[in-house]
């Protein structure tokens, strides 16, 4: 179920963004480079690295919680025809062969 979520997050989620955090996050990290030893500089860029995977399992989780919503909304609906990622990813194959074809 994790690959699927995490194929459906690839296909339709594109994250934002945000040059003025980008920007203060860079001139931070400049002014916290020039003050540490190379010690320190590793441990600050573990935390980045961990934070950052922190942030990539949050953003899945939430992707995911939505995904659930809205399957449980259209069941609550009726709604035929759920969504399935396999069955798209099938039929873009067969349309990119098609074109390559002709």
Do not use: W
């Not at 573990?46 to 399992?57: A, I, M, V, Y």
């Not at 609550?76 to 074109?99: C, N, Q, T, V």
Request: proline letters at 2%; a negative charge.
């Amino acid at each position: 179920m994790l690959d699927y979520m995490c194929g459906l997050q690839a296909k339709f989620f594109h994250a934002p963004s945000f040059p003025d955090l980008e920007q203060e996050i860079a001139t931070l990290h400049d002014e916290l480079v020039q003050k540490m030893d190379r010690a320190d500089r590793r441990k600050l860029l573990e935390l980045g690295d961990l934070t950052d995977e922190l942030c990539s399992r949050i953003t899945l989780a939430g992707f995911t919680a939505g995904f659930k919503l809205a399957a449980g909304i259209a069941a609550e609906l009726g709604i035929d025809g759920a969504y399935s990622f396999d069955e798209d990813e099938e039929k873009s194959a067969i349309r990119s062969m098609e074109s390559e074809e002709n």
